[in-house]
């Protein structure tokens, strides 16, 4: 009888690591692999790439989870090569080549007007390869099986656009955009504003919120270190929202904050605030007008 492998033993801990993650592998996968070397009990990213796609996925862990979709719903930033003259099915290399046209004479002028056109609030329709659902079912399925439905444009903003470099049928952009955007759309669309049908080559995101990219971390760097210098490397399970305005717990009521009830404070009203008890967070709260600190989102640490 084969013996089973001994269990791992999960621990309670919280953080998060901006992982760069690689080429090849989902952003679920990437997620389990931190996880299983953290040992972590929980763990969820914070906007998924695509495997042909690498760069900054922020993994947060344990209580760090609570405030994840604030990363969700952050400004991305990435690095891009749009390569010119055909489009494919998925609008990037791992789709098959649909259609083709001659790729007109590039100038850095005609580019950069061209580019223009997409700064600010657009709209965009959301490709079939992604996975927004229809009835239940993700789009993707569907286009695997031939099948197109149209799907309705939704506003997105595209920040900035920086020309970085161009060949006689490639340009490789920096873009700057919201939650929602599909830089493989936004690189189809470009490539017909010049004339041309286009695809991606290339995909990096370097920022997510006020995160930026780390090129050392690595799973391949994390596999490397001891269980003590990858805990190290976590930033604190308030990351995401540390921007947010700092306040102390009125004194004596820390473990009332912990239970989720309120307290009397001497502040001014305000939506989000980090609540401290000296160095240790202790949650998301809501400062009332009439000066009440509503628990909104507790820290079990």
């Not at 099948?147 to 970085?164: F, G, H, N, S, Y």
């Not at 799973?219 to 270190?225: C, D, F």
């Not at 009203?269 to 000296?278: I, S």
């Amino acid at each position: 009888m084969k013996a089973s492998s001994p269990k791992i033993q999960r621990r309670h801990l919280s953080g998060v690591f901006l992982l760069n993650k690689p080429l090849g592998i989902s952003s679920n996968a990437a997620l389990q692999r931190v996880r299983w070397l953290y040992r972590a009990q929980k763990a969820g990213h914070t906007g998924a790439l695509d495997p042909l796609a690498s760069g900054l996925l922020p993994v947060c862990l344990g209580e760090a989870t609570k405030f994840s979709h604030y990363l969700l719903d952050s400004v991305k930033r990435y690095q891009t090569i749009v390569f010119l003259g055909h489009s494919t099915t998925t609008g990037d290399v791992e789709g098959e080549v649909l259609l083709g046209k001659a790729v007109p004479e590039l100038s850095e002028a005609l580019i950069q007007e061209t580019l223009t056109q997409f700064v600010g609030d657009i709209q965009q329709v959301p490709p079939m390869y992604s996975a927004l659902k229809k009835e239940g079912r993700p789009l993707y399925e569907l286009a695997r099986k031939g099948i197109e439905i149209e799907r309705e444009a939704r506003p997105i903003t595209i920040l900035a656009i920086e020309l970085l470099s161009f060949t006689e049928n490639s340009i490789t952009l920096d873009i700057t955009c919201s939650k929602g955007t599909y830089i493989r759309v936004l690189g189809e669309d470009i490539a017909k504003a010049l004339g041309t049908y286009g695809h991606l080559t290339y995909l990096h995101r370097i920022k997510t919120g006020h995160f930026d990219l780390i090129p050392s971390y690595t799973i391949e760097y994390l596999e490397s270190l001891s269980e003590a210098e990858r805990d190290a490397l976590l930033l604190p399970a308030y990351a995401p929202v540390q921007h947010f305005p700092q306040v102390q717990v009125p004194e004596g009521r820390a473990e009332y904050f912990s239970r989720g009830m309120e307290s009397n404070i001497e502040h001014e009203a305000a939506e989000q605030v980090l609540v401290f008890d000296g160095e240790k967070c202790l949650g998301l709260a809501e400062i009332t007008d009439r000066k009440r600190l509503v628990p909104k989102r507790v820290l079990n640490l």
